[in-house]
């Protein structure tokens, strides 16, 4: 059982208790917040995560409304670890990306892996525009999408800043995964190209060719020796769980010795710019 699943039934249990010490049974509960039974259940066994609104409710129903901030501080810690895209985007991309570049500035090195897309501080502004397009549709999230590209361009300037370093490995895949028009793909394997070999950036691209360690698995991104963020599709989970931290590290190392870098690297580049044609 993962810490995430474990927090979210201790809180379910806190909740059973507050019902039970009110002498109300779940449907008498439900009734008096105007839920699904259900919706009861489920919170109570840790199958449903609550809502801020949702803890507010219950605090007050059961007659215990100062314990709120209380339940809050236990959903706030629960989040930390699993934030569901449906919450994280409720304000829109931006506020997302503002993150993001609060955890990149806290960090001194920074490895992505990407199997799938090329990671966002290494997009130009219309590549990066067409995945949050695509990611808002999917989530029916706020269309801030310009103000949250800006975003995502501040981001990079951690890029050029002295003492930081940034190690990026992607898969050939990610090169030619056609998430945009072939123009707008074009320029930003130029501008993939032209990253390779600045100081502060270390890329590596694991070819079609390559004998693979161990399947591609899902991207990930490890902050110093820390934290681990994972996006799946429907939340971001945040491990900092030293064992995990360490798991991810070795994969890292792995996927690490089956990547080209330097020239080699830019030749994958290119070989994938010259298969759009002249775009």
Request: hydrophobic content about 40%; some cysteine.
């Amino acid at each position: 059982m993962s810490d995430f699943q474990r927090a979210r039934e201790a809180l379910g249990v806190r909740l059973q208790q507050l019902r039970g010490d009110a002498g109300l049974t779940g449907r008498a509960l439900a009734a008096r917040l105007g839920w699904p039974h259900s919706k009861i259940s489920k919170l109570e066994n840790g199958r449903q995560t609550a809502t801020p609104h949702d803890l507010t409710a219950w605090a007050g129903a059961t007659g215990h409304p100062a314990l709120s901030a209380s339940l809050q501080a236990d959903l706030s810690t629960l989040e930390t670890h699993y934030r569901s895209w449906r919450r994280r985007l409720a304000s829109g991309h931006q506020p997302a990306q503002q993150e993001a570049g609060a955890q990149e500035r806290s960090a001194q090195v920074v490895r992505a892996y990407e199997p799938n897309v090329v990671p966002g501080m290494l997009q130009t502004p219309d590549y990066a525009r067409h995945v949050l397009l695509a990611s808002a549709a999917l989530h029916q999230s706020p269309r801030d999408t310009d103000d949250a590209v800006r975003e995502r361009m501040r981001r990079q300037e951690l890029l050029y800043a002295p003492g930081r370093h940034f190690r990026f490995i992607l898969w050939e895949g990610a090169l030619r995964a056609r998430v945009c028009p072939p123009g707008v793909l074009a320029s930003q394997l130029d501008r993939l190209s032209g990253l390779v070999g600045l100081d502060t950036v270390r890329i590596g691209v694991i070819p079609f060719s390559a004998d693979l360690p161990l399947t591609l698995r899902h991207g990930f991104w490890i902050h110093d020796q820390s934290y681990v963020t994972v996006e799946t599709i429907n939340a971001a989970l945040h491990l900092d769980d030293q064992a995990d931290v360490a798991l991810y590290l070795r994969a890292w190392g792995m996927y690490e010795q089956t990547a080209a870098t330097d020239a080699e690297a830019r030749r994958i580049i290119v070989a994938a710019r010259h298969s759009l044609g002249a775009t």
